[in-house]
């Protein structure tokens, strides 16, 4: 699941709670696309 709590990484938290929900689309950075 996208959804990861604080604990796990407070700044990922910030990112979804602004944007509510990632669309699938576009998933985030850390999806390993970009590494």
């Known amino acids: ?3 990861i709590t604080a ?3 407070p ?3 910030m ?3 602004a ?3 990632l669309p ?3 998933p985030p950075p850390d999806s390993g ?3």
Do not use: P
């Open 7 to 9: 604990e796990e990484c």
């Open 15 to 17: 990112v979804t709670g």
């Open 11 to 13: 700044q990922r938290v």
């Open 1 to 3: 699941m996208l959804i």
């Open 19 to 21: 944007r509510g929900q």
């Open 33 to 35: 696309e970009h590494r």
């Open 24 to 26: 699938a689309a576009r």
